[in-house]
């Protein structure tokens, strides 16, 4: 069986930086495309960021292109590193596997499997 356990959330102020991690257990991370989304209260998720099963390909949402970078170490586990954070960026940020072989990059939250159970990132102004 698959897990996915988030960490790493908390309160943080504006401009400040935060990295959430997410550790995939069950199969080798090769296996999957990893994702982060993320939903704030009375909205819908939405799509963060994606890394590639292999190659490390990586893949942005707009709104947090040149701030966000999502990476996977040795270990399998894949963070994402959040700078210059906004009040806007407050949310439950929620880790994410896709087994798919084709399409990528993988925005569409149909399209992962499995998901973590979400980590609460707060920016107070």
């Known amino acids: 069986q698959v897990r996915l356990v988030e960490s790493g959330g908390r309160l943080v102020q504006t401009g400040d930086s935060l990295r959430v991690s997410c550790a995939v257990s069950?199969?080798?991370?090769?296996?999957?495309?990893t994702g982060w989304f993320r939903q704030a209260p009375g909205r819908e998720r939405e799509f963060v960021a994606a890394?590639?099963?292999?190659?490390?390909?990586t893949y942005y949402a707009e709104s947090v292109k040149g701030r966000f970078t999502i990476s996977r170490d040795d270990a399998g586990i894949v963070h994402l590193q959040m700078n210059n954070l906004k009040p806007e960026d407050t949310a439950v940020y929620y880790c994410?596997?896709?087994?798919?072989?084709?399409?990528?990059?993988?925005?569409?939250?149909?399209?992962?499997?499995?998901w973590g159970q979400g980590t609460q990132v707060t920016v107070s102004s």
């Open positions: 994410s596997a896709s087994s798919s072989r084709s399409g990528w990059p993988i925005e569409s939250r149909r399209r992962y499997d499995y």
């Open positions: 069950g199969r080798t991370f090769t296996t999957f495309v």
């Open positions: 890394i590639s099963r292999t190659s490390g390909s």
